[in-house]
């Protein structure tokens, strides 16, 4: 496979892209024909778009020969990472047999299960044109549903094919069997594990302590107990200072997404009565590699050596492996903070590493300990394996 190269598609490669559309599927479901279907201006506005736009985890590549001549493009589209899996369209040259575009596909397979870590792709065909798809099947994808007329085009409906492959099925049943044979790829890898856990668990609940959404109830509360806590010498690289009260306010006002977890999470630490005694975050939400850093703050004195920090840390660990599908979950603590270290150990965070000098508090430099926990490691620990 040396022999191609696959990149991020340029806006000069637009009017190739076009050309290996013909007689295919169009754009995202366009029906192309001389004289029917989508506007020629607005499949060109999408390409250039999706060129000009690329994530982490999704974008328009073109695969390439030695001599710079693009053989196929793929777009990777509608990436959902919470639940692992995304959508994505094929296009190769007319005049390139099945199994060069074979070659070419299995170099996109690999990109999205091998680079950025997928766990499932799906390919929508029109039953129409599903011929023009056979590649896909003979590198193991399946039919799994009929949208049944799903597609109106040229007065008529048509069904829609949806083919899917899953990693597990890749490394099983393709060419990187062999991989997975010599070792390079191991057994604890996530798409493996099974969790023993009923789907109807209420995962964010324990005995002492909820975890919500932080609302408008609470911004008074939480304020009151800020003005009293030591926490911004513990919890916050920002100068220990006080909080304002439209600080604490836009907590109330951020939506937590709970699809594409963008911008981080938020839940306020309740009692049973209601009443809250601090918050839990994740920042550095990475959907790629599946980490997430947890951050944790209990206001009041008087409500520390409850348990209710190490509960709330555990109910939403719980929470960002079975439910947000992180493989990875960490967080730091300053070298003073003696009793977060030892409480973050003893709930099974293993320290990974020392940021020397990472914190400058009242005219000294401290360092941060890093400590984390993997998907396997804690769902053993939690007796769900």
Not at 70 to 91: D, E, K, W
Not at 161 to 183: A, H, M, P, V
Request: hydrophobic share 35%; with cysteine.
């Amino acid at each position: 496979m040396n022999q191609y190269n696959l990149r991020l598609a340029k806006q000069s490669d637009i009017q190739t892209i076009l050309t290996l559309y013909e007689g295919k599927i169009d754009y995202k479901f366009g029906s192309k024909s001389p004289s029917i279907g989508c506007n020629d201006e607005i499949i060109l506005e999408n390409l250039k778009n999706d060129i000009s736009n690329p994530e982490d985890v999704k974008g328009l590549y073109v695969i390439e020969n030695l001599n710079k001549n693009i053989l196929a493009s793929c777009n990777i589209y509608s990436a959902f990472h919470r639940n692992g899996y995304t959508f994505l369209q094929f296009y190769y040259k007319k005049d390139i047999n099945e199994t060069t575009a074979k070659e070419l596909l299995e170099i996109v397979m690999n990109l999205c299960f091998q680079e950025l870590n997928y766990n499932k792709l799906n390919i929508d065909v029109r039953s129409t044109q599903i011929e023009f798809y056979s590649v896909f099947i003979k590198c193991g994808f399946q039919i799994e549903v009929t949208l049944r007329e799903h597609f109106f085009t040229q007065g008529s409906y048509e069904d829609i094919i949806r083919l899917g492959l899953t990693k597990y099925d890749y490394i099983n049943k393709t060419i990187f069997l062999q991989t997975l044979q010599n070792g390079a790829l191991k057994n604890n890898e996530d798409y493996i594990i099974k969790p023993n856990v009923l789907p109807t668990k209420p995962l964010l609940r324990g005995e002492k302590v909820y975890l919500s959404p932080i609302s408008a109830d609470d911004i008074d509360l939480i304020y009151n107990l800020c003005s009293e806590t030591d926490d911004v010498y513990f919890a916050s690289i920002a100068a220990a200072a006080p909080t304002s009260y439209h600080s604490i306010k836009r907590l109330s006002q951020k939506e937590n997404d709970y699809i594409f977890f963008h911008e981080g999470m938020t839940f306020g630490i309740k009692k049973n009565d209601g009443n809250i005694v601090g918050t839990i975050n994740a920042n550095f939400i990475d959907n790629r590699n599946r980490n997430l850093m947890l951050g944790l703050t209990i206001y009041s004195t008087s409500d520390r050596g409850n348990g209710y920090g190490s509960e709330a840390i555990k109910l939403f660990t719980d929470f960002a492996f079975l439910e947000m599908n992180m493989h990875r979950v960490y967080l730091g603590c300053f070298s003073f903070n003696d009793r977060a270290f030892n409480l973050y150990k003893h709930i099974g965070f293993k320290p990974e590493g020392i940021n020397r000098s990472f914190i400058y508090r009242n005219g000294n430099y401290y360092d941060e300990y890093v400590l984390g926990v993997l998907k396997q490691e804690w769902l053993n620990l939690r007796g769900y394996l």
